[in-house]
């Protein structure tokens, strides 16, 4: 049975880049914002609920995600080596300890605490780089359709 959906929704403005970032650093939909998106802390739902959209469009997406956390944990880590570079230079006596024991550390949990961000960020720069095409559009409507269905 063919859905119908709003022509607004076909047609309307896809958000900035600034508003898709900010959603998926909030952990949200890059698309319509909703908040429900993960199944649970660490895996992301196959659709969005609120607006339908599918987050893994095409093969390789957690290539992605893996990459926006890698860049993550590599700028954070160039910051920590500068900030040791200038500490050194103020006091020479300063130990290495000290940013190794850092440096372990945030190697292992940085990219635990931020993988759930990594997946929504990237879902919003795939989506950023790539606008939804039609088809995409009316197979989220559709989705979003069956669903309320099956609640109804
Ligand atoms: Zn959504």
Do not use: K
Not at 3 to 26: E, I
Not at 31 to 53: I, K, T
């Amino acid at each position: 049975m063919p859905q119908s959906f709003d022509v607004g929704d076909v047609l309307g403005p896809t958000p900035g880049w600034g508003t898709l970032v900010r959603r998926g650093l909030a952990r949200r939909c890059p698309r319509c914002g909703d908040r429900h998106v993960f199944v649970h802390r660490y895996r992301l739902a196959e659709r969005c609920p609120a607006c339908g959209v599918r987050f893994t469009r095409e093969p390789g997406f957690f290539l992605g995600a893996w990459f926006v956390n890698f860049m993550v944990l590599e700028v954070l880590h160039w910051l920590l080596v500068m900030a040791f570079i200038v500490w050194r230079a103020s006091d020479p006596a300063a130990g290495l300890l000290l940013p190794l024991v850092v440096g372990v550390v945030t190697a292992v949990a940085v990219p635990i605490a931020f993988y759930p961000r990594s997946l929504t960020v990237w879902a919003a720069i795939d989506l950023a780089m790539t606008p939804l095409e039609l088809g995409e559009i009316v197979d989220a409507a559709d989705a979003v359709a069956e669903d309320h269905d099956a609640g109804t």
